[in-house]
C-alpha cells in the first residue's frame, strides 16, 4: 500500500531525490565510486559542496556579505554555539516552544536572558504580538516554525539588535528576507535533507565580535574560514541535501513552494473547521504551513486512537501528535504532495461517515 509519510522529522524528502541520492551512492556522475568513499577534499565532493552552498545562496537569494555552512550537531548544538560566538551580557529570545525554550536554556548559561514573550500561558498555541526587543540585547532568537505546536511567524521581523532565527523546520518554504537576520540555522531533517547535518547563514560581520575563547570547532569562524572543511563534513547527508536544492530549482524555488503550501494547508485547515469530529490546536493567525496540529473534539475524543488506527490502516504514517499536544499532527512540508493532504482529508471525512 502506497504510504503517506507525513513524519515531523526526520520527514519526507520527494520520491527523486532518495533516487537520485541512492545512484550517488552506487556511483558518484559515472566516476567508479560511492559518495561516501571519496576525499572531502578531492574535487568531487567539492564540487557537490559549492553546488549545495551556490543553490542555498541563488534559492533564498541570500546578499553577498553572508556565508552558507553545512555543519554537524544539530540545530540543538546551535542552541549553544550561538550564545557562545554572540552573547557578550544579554541576550533576547522569544518563547514560542519546546525548541525555544531550550535554546533558552543554553543561553543562559552565557549571560542573561530576557524572554520579551511567552505563549506558555495557553500551550504555545499563539504567536506573542506587540512584544518590544530590547535595544541593549546583543541579539534576539526567534524560532521562525513551531514543529511541534503548529505555529509559525510569517514575516521578518524588523530588529533593533542582530535577528538570529532557528528555521529548522521552514527553511525554503517562503521566501525570507535574509537581510533582516544576522544568523539563520537549522537541521536539515525537516524540510531539506536527511538527519546529520546541519545549515547555518551568517552574516559576515557577526563571528569575532567577542573576547572569550571559543572552542575551535564551536566558532562560526573557523568554519567560514575552511569552507565548512575544517573537519570532514557529513558529506553524505550534504548530497542529498544537494538533490533536493536541485530540485526545488526545478520546480520553480521558493515562492512557488509556498504557493504550493499554502493550497495544501487550506486543503487540511478547511477540513479541520468543516468536520464536526476534529478541531485544530493553533489560533488561526499563527497557524503553521509546515505541522498541522489537530485534534478530536471533546465529545468524540475516546474516539482519538480509534482515528488513529483508522488512517494508519489507510497508509498514514506519523500523524500521532506530540505528546505535549496530543490529538495528531500533520506535518506537510515541501516534498509533501497535495494527493498525500487529498487522501488524509479522505480518511478523515470517511471516519465522520462512520461515526456520525
Ligand atoms: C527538530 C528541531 C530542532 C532540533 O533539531 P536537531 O537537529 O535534532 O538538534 C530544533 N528546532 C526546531 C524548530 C526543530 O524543529
Redesign the pocket.
Known amino acids: 500500500m502506497r504510504k503517506h509519510n507525513f513524519s515531523?522529522?526526520p520527514s519526507i524528502l520527494a520520491k527523486e531525490v532518495i533516487k537520485n541520492t541512492a545512484n550517488a551512492v552506487l556511483d558518484l556522475n559515472g566516476i567508479g565510486l560511492s559518495i561516501m568513499e571519496i576525499s572531502h577534499r578531492g574535487k568531487d565532493f567539492q564540487g557537490v559542496m559549492d553546488e549545495a552552498v551556490e543553490l542555498f545562496k541563488q534559492l533564498l537569494d541570500i546578499p553577498e556579505n553572508y556565508h552558507v555552512l553545512f555543519l554537524g550537531?544539530?540545530?540543538?548544538?546551535q542552541f549553544c554555539m550561538a550564545p557562545y560566538n554572540l552573547l557578550n551580557k544579554k541576550a533576547a529570545y522569544l518563547e514560542t516552544g519546546v525548541?525555544a525554550k531550550?535554546a533558552i536554556k543554553e543561553a543562559k548559561g552565557f549571560g542573561e536572558v530576557e524572554v520579551v514573550a511567552s505563549s506558555a500561558d495557553k500551550n504555545y498555541n499563539y504567536i506573542p504580538k506587540g512584544f518590544e526587543i530590547p535595544e541593549d540585547a546583543d541579539y534576539f532568537h526567534i524560532?521562525t516554525?513551531?514543529?511541534?505546536f503548529g505555529t509559525e511567524i510569517h514575516e521578518d521581523y524588523d530588529s533593533p539588535v542582530p535577528l538570529v532565527a532557528?528555521m529548522?523546520?521552514d527553511i525554503f518554504s517562503r521566501p525570507v528576507d535574509v537581510s533582516k537576520y544576522a544568523l539563520i540555522y537549522?537541521?536539515a531533517?525537516?524540510n531539506l535533507g536527511p538527519?546529520g547535518v546541519?545549515f547555518v547563514i551568517i552574516r559576515d560581520d557577526i563571528p569575532g565580535r567577542l573576547e572569550r575563547y571559543i572552542p575551535t570547532m564551536l566558532n562560526y569562524k573557523t568554519h567560514i574560514d575552511q569552507g565548512s572543511m575544517f573537519n570532514t563534513p557529513p558529506c553524505l547527508p550534504i548530497y542529498t541535501c544537494l538533490e533536493t536544492l536541485r530540485w526545488l530549482k526545478k520546480l520553480g524555488g521558493v515562492s512557488v513552494m509556498q504557493k504550493m503550501n499554502r493550497e495544501k494547508a487550506d486543503i487540511l485547515y478547511g477540513e479541520i473547521e468543516r468536520n464536526p469530529m476534529f478541531s485544530g490546536t493553533a489560533e488561526k493567525d499563527s497557524r503553521s504551513l509546515m505541522n498541522i496540529c489537530f485534534v478530536m473534539e471533546e465529545k468524540y475524543k475516546e474516539l482519538e486512537k480509534e482515528f488513529l488506527e483508522f488512517a494508519t490502516s489507510r497508509g498514514m504514517v506519523g500523524i500521532k501528535g506530540h505528546r505535549s499536544v496530543g490529538g495528531f499532527r500533520a506535518s506537510t512540508y515541501n516534498a509533501m504532495p497535495r494527493e498525500s493532504i487529498i487522501a488524509l482529508v479522505d480518511v478523515m471525512k470517511e471516519f465522520e461517515k462512520k461515526n456520525l
Open positions: 515531523a522529522g550537531g544539530g540545530a540543538s548544538m525548541w531550550k524560532t516554525n513551531n514543529t511541534i532557528d529548522s523546520s537549522g537541521g531533517q525537516k538527519a546541519t
